[in-house]
């Protein structure tokens, strides 16, 4: 035992992936313009995010498509089967 040091460093740590939901910032704006369009649907009504579904939909497919974040079924996000959605994802993978 080594006094001085916290007991938490140890020799052999190992790194780990980050939790789900954890991503890539958009360093490079890849997403900007569905984020933006997200973020005015949400002050336009007053944070309620349940008028806003389809863009939230949309931003997430930006991001998954540029791979900023890993792929998902939709329904696993909660956005399955939107009234009014004609997005579907641009890809998918397996």
Not at 26 to 35: A, N, R, S, W
């Amino acid at each position: 035992m080594s006094f001085g040091r916290p007991p938490s460093i140890n020799v052999g740590f190992k790194t780990s992936p980050p939790d789900r939901g954890s991503f890539p910032l958009d360093h490079d704006g890849e997403c900007k313009e569905q984020m933006m369009q997200y973020m005015a649907c949400l002050r336009k009504n007053s944070s309620e995010s349940t008028p806003c579904r389809v863009m939230s939909k949309q931003y997430l497919d930006c991001r998954m498509t540029k791979g900023l974040m890993e792929r998902d079924e939709w329904r696993n996000l909660g956005l399955a089967n939107l009234d009014g959605d004609s997005a579907e994802p641009t890809h998918t993978s397996t």
